[in-house]
């Protein structure tokens, strides 16, 4: 305690509830280290009050960390109140003037007055004015510490001076720095309305969260509206707080969660052969809270163009989904020359996804990808689009009944090949299922299982009508008369049973019925010597069916070591033995079949009347097929010692070993198939081998056309003809194959990978070796991690007919904090290009870029 002449001060440290009056207010304190400035009678007078009472307390001298609840202040001088309750907590002591109706915290002060919350080194509570003052405070070294805090609501900014009034909720802020949306907003003279509204002087806008921005738009005027805008007067660009010549007459950006329409600016560059162009120009739309739109355009100096628009609809747990629109008229040289020409392509792509929890028995979906087979070539430069040669779409609405088994599917499916440039569509395929069900399971004894419990039964039927077209012929009359449509119906009953314990038997029938509305009829044409076919308008139908029937078992073998690394050797062998009988649905009794005139000789040939059915038409020919079939894994069981102890681990040596071929009852002659062979293994868990290959057990004639009904084993001592192999090796390497321990695999990151993939196909046809042919194949592609800030990658492939490398792109990118520098270089080929783009990270500044863009690509279409 000191003493003075005009006044006196004096510290209580205390663990329990006290009680201090303090002219017409109470105050409660808890673990308090408080400072009281009386005068000299004040401070007297509680020593006598403290003294009567006879309070025992424990003092604390060395203070504690302050935790207060809330202190009121009501001086008789003072008209301004607070209307909530301030709650304050300071770690190195709470100061109350009541002379001067002030309350300073120190170290780590916080203060809470309804939403508001302020933390700062140093907190002044003005009584009078309802004005608070936050501070920083110093470290030893002169830098400041515990910068003042504010937050109201969502609102937060942090600065270096802050003075609140609480009852006008009007500020002033030095030093401000505050976040808004993906940005950030300095300043250095900050005045807050009571409307939530800052207005700046010298003010900075960046998305950089450094404490010293890398970049950001300087304006000496900053208006600030907290979830809705932020408007500038004129500002420039600055790099590392320099300024450059970038100026803008004022500054608009949006700081809030909805969307809003707006220019979308293009990218510029050069093509060689199509001039210079603007890329990826347009307009965006807000339709509304669930869709919005954008129209995009490419603009060549040389007149070529291109229009894109994307469409995007969501609605909260029903459905979202987006249609893409692309249109593209490329021009190839000049007018008046005699490579000019115009491509005119389009491209539609429709994704639409429902959610399962909308409509749980009814489902809607769509995955569209239709378009000029040279859309892609002429107009994309996505390596994926490009390289793909083939297009699927689906349209699909399904129906399934609940607590039965039947389901309903109707679908519209598209497939297009733009190599061949044929189109097969679907319009529609419709599907009626029921699934499996077992109709004699409640016969017999109840508890008592029999053989027939496992029989069952299941049904689907397809109604089709489809088309199969050139691209080019797809939108004309033709295209009408080319439909082709039909009903099948299937019925398969089968079951299974096991047999001495290890043998599991399987029999199968299955009935099939076909309905069409159409037949062929085939005549002779004596006038032209030719067959002429008529298709008649009439109901026809064509029942058939099958019985199978197979049977497999497992075998396990087991090689023990005593010594050495290798515990065991397994071998699993898996045989399989199935025979399938299909009657001669080319018997006349079945009239499925009919007989015309092929030769002015008078020979004959036998057709089917159905032999352009939807469905096909029923098989030709007695099938008797003894189908054999044996598959082999292998594995070893090896000891490794991990940290002292000894684990073993499974490795497959042989994923799989198939040998199979069939035999066939009813043939007059080569009544064996081909033999078949397959594998697949994987070596040290980055090299996958897959291997495949045909032999046949006959020999050929002399003019190597046909196989004669002689084998090669009587004939030349060996058990088959190697007729054609297929392989392909898949190497994957990467950081982590050279980590022998599985939990540091798991936990590791990739740095870096090499993808290749070779494939290898060998026919070596009949004896001479020049019907022999062999197509090779070879992809690579990798990724390398320098370090967090540089990322490398490349894809390729060589071509080992024409001896060049086949499409090929790098891809560099490098991490500038806030900002990205992006490579993109198509070396060689139709695309040969290169895109060269630095540009701000945040989407709020996406426009903000720099981008170089050149490209090579030829455009003669022919």
């Known amino acids: 305690m000191k003493n003075s002449k005009k006044n006196s001060c004096f510290t209580l440290f205390t663990s329990k509830w006290y009680k201090l009056i303090s002219f017409d207010k109470l105050y409660s304190l808890k673990h308090t280290n408080i400072t009281l400035r009386f005068n000299l009678k004040v401070t007297k007078f509680f020593l ?62 916080e203060i809470e007055y309804g939403k508001i919350k302020i ?67 300095l300043g250095e003279k900050v005045k807050k309305t009571e409307e939530d509204v800052f207005y700046l002087k010298k003010g900075d806008y960046t998305t950089c969260d450094a404490e010293k921005p890398h970049f950001s738009i300087r304006a000496n005027k900053i208006k600030v509206i907290p979830g809705e805008k932020i408007i500038t007067g004129p500002a420039h660009l600055r790099l590392f707080n320099f300024p450059t010549p970038l100026f803008l007459p004022f500054g608009y950006f949006p700081n809030n ?120 070539r002429n107009n994309s430069f996505n390596s994926n689009e490009y390289l793909s040669n083939t297009f699927q779409s689906s349209i699909n609405l399904s129906k399934r009944w609940n607590g039965t088994p039947f389901t309903l599917s109707a679908n519209l499916r598209h497939n297009q090949n733009t190599q061949t440039k044929i189109v097969n569509l679907s319009l529609p395929d419709i599907s009626f299922n ?7 399971k409640t016969l017999g004894k109840k508890g008592k299982k029999y053989w027939y419990h496992k029989i069952g039964v299941s049904y689907s039927s397809n109604i089709k009508n489809d088309i199969s077209i050139a691209d080019s012929l797809l939108f004309s009359n033709k295209s009408l008369r080319s439909f082709r449509n039909g009903i099948r119906h299937t019925i398969p009953i089968s079951t299974s ?111 089917s009347i159905m032999q352009n059915g939807v469905f096909g038409s029923p098989s030709k020919g007695k099938q008797g097929n003894i189908i054999f079939n044996i598959s082999n894994i292998l594995e070893a069981k090896v000891n ?34 081909d033999i078949n062979i397959n594998a697949r293994t994987l070596f040290l868990d980055i090299i996958d081998l897959n291997f495949s290959s045909r032999f046949d057990p006959y020999i050929t004639n002399e003019s190597q056309t046909n196989n004669l009904n002689e084998f090669e084993i009587l004939t030349n001592g060996r058990l088959a003809r190697f007729t054609n192999a297929n392989a392909t090796i898949g190497l994957a390497l990467s950081n982590k194959s050279f980590l022998k321990d ?70 560099i990118y490098r991490d500038l904090h806030c900002w990205e520098m992006t490579l993109n270089l198509i070396p060689i080929g139709y695309h040969k290009s290169y895109t060269f783009t630095i540009r701000v990270k945040a989407s709020v500044l996406q426009d903000l870029k720099l981008e170089r863009k050149k490209d090579w690509i030829n455009t003669d279409f022919n």
């Open 497 to 607: 049973m096991k047999i001495l314990k290890h043998f599991t038997f399987s029999p199968r029938i299955n009935f099939t019925e076909r309905w069409y509305s159409n037949q062929i009829k085939k005549n002779w044409s004596f006038e032209d010597s030719l067959i002429t076919t008529d298709t008649i308008n009439k109901f026809t139908r064509a029942g058939e069916y099958n019985i199978s029937s197979s049977i497999n078992t497992k075998i396990y073998g087991m090689l023990a070591f005593k010594k050495g690394k290798i515990k065991a050797i397994r071998h699993v062998i898996n045989p399989n033995l199935s025979f399938s009988y299909k009657p001669d649905f080319s018997n006349q009794k079945y009239g499925y079949y009919q007989n015309v005139q092929s030769t002015i000789n008078g020979d004959s040939q036998e057709y």
């Open 257 to 376: 969660q909805e969307k809003s329409s707006g220019l979308i600016i293009p990218s510029y560059g050069e093509s060689v052969n199509l001039g210079f162009f603007l890329k990826e120009g347009g307009y965006y739309f807000t339709l509304s809270d669930m869709m919005d739109l954008s129209i995009k355009g490419d603009l060549y100096s040389k007149g070529s163009w291109g229009l894109k628009s994307l469409m995007r609809y969501k609605k909260r747990y029903t459905f979202s989904g987006n249609l893409n629109l692309s249109y593209g008229n490329m021009i190839n040289s000049e007018k008046g020359f005699s490579d000019y020409s115009i491509k005119k392509d389009f491209f539609i792509r429709w994704n639409h996804n429902q959610d399962p929890k909308a409509h749980p028995s009814i489902q809607f979906s769509a995955n569209v990808n239709a378009g000029s087979s040279t859309y892609h």
């Open 119 to 185: 933390n700062a080194g140093y907190i002044e509570i003005d009584w009078k004015t309802n004005i608070i003052t936050a501070k920083p405070t110093t470290d030893s070294l002169g830098n400041y510490v515990e910068k003042p805090f504010f937050q109201e609501n969502n609102d937060s900014f942090q600065a270096n001076d802050i003075r609140y009034n609480f009852k006008t909720k009007k500020g002033i802020i030095k030093k401000i720095n505050t976040k808004e949306g993906e940005g950030y907003i």
């Open 434 to 440: 029921m699934n499996r069900i077992f109709p004699f």
């Open 48 to 109: 006598i009050i403290f003294l009567l009472t006879g309070i025992s307390a424990n003092y604390n001298l060395w203070g504690q960390e302050i935790s207060t609840d809330s202190i009121q202040s009501k001086s008789k001088s003072s008209k301004n109140t607070f209307k909530d309750k301030i709650i304050k907590n300071a770690k190195d002591s709470i100061n109350i003037d009541i002379i001067n109706e002030k309350i300073h915290l120190y170290g780590n002060a």
């Open 742 to 811: 599985i939990e540091n695999k798991k936990t590791s990151k990739n740095h870096w990978n090499l993808n290749m993939n070779y494939s290898i196909f060998y026919n070596k046809g009949y004896r001479s070796s020049l019907y022999s042919d062999t197509i090779q194949s070879l992809n690579f592609s990798g990724n390398l991690k320098i370090n967090d800030k540089w990322k490398f990658s490349f894809q390729s492939g060589y071509d080992f007919d024409t001896r060049k490398l086949t499409y090929s792109s790098i891809n």
């Open 640 to 673: 490794t010692k991990n940290d002292t102890v000894n684990k073993v681990k499974k490795i497959k040596i042989l994923e799989n070993l198939n040998i199979g071929s069939s035999y066939n009852l009813f043939a007059d002659s080569l009544k064996f198939n």
